[in-house]
């Protein structure tokens, strides 16, 4: 079964950046399509990027398109860099592949 950790979350500055990665261990990574979700406090949780696998094809939602990549590391990691990062972009990042999900990690963007 896929089992899935994140990290790299942390507190920066806006107009930082930050590189989130997705470990994935009991299943290749790179045979799987993987998306990262985010949730803020107080709404839904939502999806950001995803990464497909034979092609590599990814999507981006509008509010991260032109900031955030989404690119295969290993054969077992998906990273997400993060670039001018706003308050609004403050959530927990979670990846999910096959059905299964990390725990998630905490990202603060403030002054």
């Known amino acids: 079964q896929l089992h899935l950790v994140e990290s790299g979350g942390g507190l920066v500055q806006p107009g930082g950046s930050l590189t989130l990665t997705c470990t994935g261990s009991?299943?290749?990574?790179?045979?799987?399509?993987v998306t990262w979700y985010r949730q803020a406090p107080g709404k839904e949780r939502e999806s950001v990027a995803t990464i497909s696998t034979v092609r590599r094809n990814t999507w981006y939602s509008e509010s991260v398109k032109g900031r955030f990549t989404i690119s295969r590391g290993t054969a077992h990691t998906v990273l997400l860099q993060m670039n001018s990062l706003k308050p609004d972009d403050t959530a927990v990042y979670y990846c999910?592949?096959?059905?299964?999900w990390g725990q998630g990690t905490q990202v603060t963007v403030s002054s």
């Open positions: 009991g299943f290749p990574l790179i045979d799987a399509a």
């Open positions: 999910s592949a096959r059905d299964q």
